[in-house]
């Protein structure tokens, strides 16, 4: 039986695919691509030539029983999606689950993600985080979305467009006032920047510089910090320890 490999592509930068990516799709029987015609340039660009098939959030369910049958058959198959690792805000989710289901192996090949470049990068708490991918498109969900969010103490991550990256801000600076936040733009690239600093700056900093608006976003909103209530619970569970150390 052949495997699905899930392989992880750049976000920007060509250098940062890896060595075992390149090989498995070079020896794929078939490459499973979110937009063939984007993903036909990266393999020409690697000299990789491979039979490519559509497998976007449309027709995900449809093209199971097509690639289990090349499983079957022995041959592998490689997903990849536009950029980064696929299932990431990516299509795979239904096609994983599903080969999964009828006992095909499935191997991940690691590289790119957005998420874990931008928090790797700035500097914020990384031992817990809550990932909510694109928050609602309309402004009224969106800041539900945020108000739901706001005691939480993990760092927040978020994915943005440059279209709405200035709606979102203004919605974080409404829900969350001056708490610390990271923007990573164009990780990866030529004009990879991170900002910092509360939404309202953000805002400013993007108003004086409209480039600054320009390209993909990570939006990393720092946690929620300990209530008072909790500090002090803290403080008393060491001080316990402390005395029952001392016997
Ligand atoms: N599967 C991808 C991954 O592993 O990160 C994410 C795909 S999602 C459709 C695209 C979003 O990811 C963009 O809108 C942006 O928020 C984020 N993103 C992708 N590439 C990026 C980059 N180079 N710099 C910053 N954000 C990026």
């Given at each position: 039986y052949g495997a699905l490999y899930v392989v992880a592509t750049p976000i920007g930068n060509l250098e940062d695919l890896s060595p075992r990516a390149a090989r498995v799709l070079a020896e794929a029987a078939l490459v499973a691509a979110e937009d063939t015609r984007h993903s036909g340039r990266l393999l020409r660009h690697l000299g990789i030539e491979r039979p490519l098939l559509s497998l976007h959030e449309h027709n995900e369910a449809s093209r199971v029983t097509r690639i289990a049958a090349h499983l079957t058959a022995g041959e592998d198959v490689a997903l990849i999606s536009d950029a980064g690792t696929p299932l990431i805000c990516d299509p795979g989710f239904v096609l994983v689950r599903e080969l999964r289901r009828l006992g095909h192996r499935v191997v991940p090949v690691p590289g790119p993600c957005a998420l874990v470049a931008a928090l790797s990068a700035a500097g914020l708490p990384t031992d817990r985080f809550l990932f909510r991918g694109f928050l609602p498109a309309k402004g009224g969900a969106r800041r539900a979305r945020l108000d739901s969010l706001v005691a939480r103490d993990e760092t927040l991550v978020f994915y943005e467009s440059p279209h709405r990256i200035r709606d979102t801000l203004a919605d974080i600076a409404s829900c969350f006032g001056e708490r610390h936040l990271v923007l990573a733009r164009e990780l990866t690239k030529t004009f990879e920047t991170f900002?910092?600093?509360?939404?309202?700056?953000?805002?400013?900093?993007?108003?004086?510089?409209?480039?600054?608006?320009?390209?993909?976003?990570?939006?990393?909103?720092?946690?929620?910090?300990?209530?008072?209530g909790e500090a002090v619970t803290l403080e008393g569970e060491a001080l316990l320890a402390a005395l029952l150390a001392e016997g």
């Open positions: 900002l910092e600093g509360s939404a309202a700056t953000l805002l400013e900093t993007l108003a004086a510089d409209p480039d600054q608006a320009r390209g993909e976003f990570v939006v990393m909103v720092a946690g929620a910090p300990p209530r008072e």
